[in-house]
């Protein structure tokens, strides 16, 4: 009875939003919107105690969730198109994995992999060979997250090559520790005040065919970006025989979710193949059915050296993975090894997402990707804000600009957008410099999709409003 009395209390709250039947309405002025007193006081106490390094967009204080839908600590309900940072790929606590993790709970949460064997480890190192482009041997190194699996991929491929170099791209992101950081070059607060990074990484432009660093069209460029690394790099600078791997994101995540041409990471699997470069590709934020393949890479049938995976892969269990060709893996016993990597609870976890991303999430997120991708479209056309849409299945960025010529980021506008969304009840975050990204659980519907483009308009419309006014 006393559970009862609580559902109709919260369900008597104001709905910021959105579920799947009725079109959002634009609050009347004076109605209540998010954040609640209740997500105010948690966001009092996390100020005191949190470290300030962390970026949050907006206070939303997570109670409870379930598939694409986020509850708060004061009942208001969200559509969630961010899966926590592309991570919650089956939905939020789909109830498979639920059950996976209590049963793995039950017999064994801890042993460590290191020193120890147990079934769900190798179980998952199967699968993830047996997943991953190539039909050749492959061995995996189990992490705790997309940083580490870039720390091992990194220190491997230098091992393995007894090469010192590195080359990465502009924009790209591979985690937070100082390997990865300094393969990364998305946004300079990630390595100010934290030199000296790691030496031997040359940055060089991505394919952002939208804002190419090079002037040219996609259609006509013959790859100039992909060219300059022989003629320019490896003339002047590095020989190409010091080059231990060129690192790559298929589609570049928070440096903004660029797309490049197809034959992209075909172009750079060829370069790297003739001076015996490896190839590796970090699927972190691409991989585990996002972009409507298994892999970003898939798209352009390229089978990497080595790929780091993570996010996605374990439901929102902390997991990450380095896979690489098993003749590269010639480390020896303590080379690299770590206590928690390839915990049973997450092994179990990332087992049932593949069976579920293999039997049908797949499927659905490149089909309801190219709906979201067309329905992104129609509000590029409606309004002059959205300089460009971009995506491949459940990963779709809007670039947000002040004109559409110089493309200039519409940076404040498009963190006004983010605010807007979440005080109408979609949650969605930025990255780049001015990209809306969209990367909801690849369970969404078409029917969410529906409300979440009707939330988008909306906020479109009133930034758009605002910044004629003023
Ligand atoms: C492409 C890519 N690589 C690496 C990382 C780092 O992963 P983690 O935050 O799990 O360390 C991220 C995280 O956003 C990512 O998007």
Known sequence: MKFRTRIAKRARRPAALVNGRRPPRPA???RRRPPGPA????VARDRKVLSPSLTRSYPLVVARASGATITDVDGYRYLDFTSGIAVTSTGHCHPDVVDAIIRQAKLLIHMSGTDFYYPSEIRLAEQLVALTPGRHAKQCFLANSGTEATEAAMKLARYATDRPYFISFLGGFHGRTYGAMSLSASKPVHKEGFGPLVPGVFHVPYADCYRCSYGLKPDSCNFHCVRVIEEELFARTVPPE???AIVVEPIQ??????VPPDGYLAALKALAGKYGILLMVDEIQTGMGRTGRMWGCDHDGVVPDLMMTAKGIASGLPLGAMIADARLMRWPAGAHANTFGGNPIACEAALVTLRLLTDGLIENAAAVGRYLLDRCRELQARHRLVGDVRGRGLMIGLDLVCDRDRKTP???????VIQRCFERGLLVLGCGRSVLRLAPPLIITRRQVDDAVAVLDEALNTVE???QAG
Request: charge should be neutral; proline fraction near 0%.
């Open 465 to 467: 409003r605002r910044a």
């Open 410 to 416: 519409a940076v404040e506008e498009r963190n006004q």
């Open 242 to 244: 010091e080059v231990a």
């Open 253 to 258: 995540g928070e440096g903004g979710y660029v």
């Open 28 to 30: 009347a002025s004076g």
């Open 39 to 42: 997500a105010k006081a948690w």
